[in-house]
């Protein structure tokens, strides 16, 4: 892993982002934002899931407007989602909204210095939400979508796309700074990971602003996931991105369980036991995925950083269950049991959830104390 990208930092309501501080999960309501009850609904179902900064998709002033009232009801901060129309953000800032995403392809210059004077005078970031669906039309390099849909996409494609994404941050993160304007997050999306990875390699040392990762249009699962995981993944493992939104079709919890995988799996997220299991090949002899099954259930709610290792033979199982915090290594007549480096045990197989379980708690409750 690399040294993390310094930047600088951006309070949402009360979360920073930025500056070192550990990377902010987002997550984005699909109600119809009018609907304010069932609005309010997501936005908690997001909190609890681990979302710390909901956004909202603001399409109308109507939508504007149910903001205030949205926001009473929740605690955590609210980012207002703009395109076309700068008036629907000078109402989300109105009503209080924590900050704003604009889209530089879809709002005029005139209608961003609006919006950043307000958001000055009332103390909130925006984000230079930039995406490749919705570049200016005047940007040169803005119609690579004729030859993409030729199948035309090699390497100079992808960077000229990148690059093009780069600059219309690069204009609107210059224009904001005129105007003394400097409370900025800044995205690049696109919906193929590669140019996503260049664009953000590109802007990461040109500009000074906290980094917001996502891949959009990701498509189906398991595609969508597999391409937000490569495109978050292989930015945070560099060192660059400051916080992460998952953007997947269906259900938006969905995306911060996939968000915090990411985190958990390059070490950014340690606050829950993570689960090494092996594969199972035909040398394994128990039913180790139903015993994974179990004990994956079993800890979800545990907040203790535990390593917990099970394995189905002796091939790699004994070193994996040695390194980890807890862990198990099959054989034909049930499993070795390992505790932080040393053998406790033998486990028939009927007892090895039940054993691995006992042992979870007490560790999770000797870290708590
Ligand atoms: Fe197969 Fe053993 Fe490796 Fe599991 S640990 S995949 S059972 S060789």
Known sequence: MKIRRLSQEVEVGKVKIGAGAAIVVQGMT????????????QVRELTQAGA???RIALPTIRAARALCQIKQEV????????HFNYRIALEAI???????RINPGNMGERGLLSVANRAKDKGIPLRIGVNSG????SLPG??????RASGIKDKSHLQIMADTMVQSALRTTALLEEEGFRDIVISLKAADV????????TISDKIPYPLHLGVTATGPCPQGIIKSAIGIGALLAQGIGDTIRVSLIGNPLEEIKLAYGILESLDLFKEKPVLIACPTCGRCEVDLESIVEEIQLAIEKIRTPLMI???GCEVNGPGEAKQADIGIACTRKGGVLFKKGRIVGKVAEKDIVKVLLEEIEKLSRESEN
């Open 194 to 201: 590669l140019t996503t990875i260049l664009a953000y390699e």
């Open 75 to 82: 605690e955590v901060p609210l980012v207002a989602d703009i």
């Open 309 to 311: 290792a099970i394995m």
């Open 30 to 41: 699909k109600t119809a934002t009018e609907d304010i009850a069932a609005t309010v609904g």
């Open 134 to 137: 919705s570049l200016e039309k």
């Open 142 to 147: 803005n119609n690579l979508g004729e030859r």
């Open 52 to 54: 710390q900064i909901v």
């Open 94 to 100: 109105e009503q209080g909204v924590d900050k704003v």
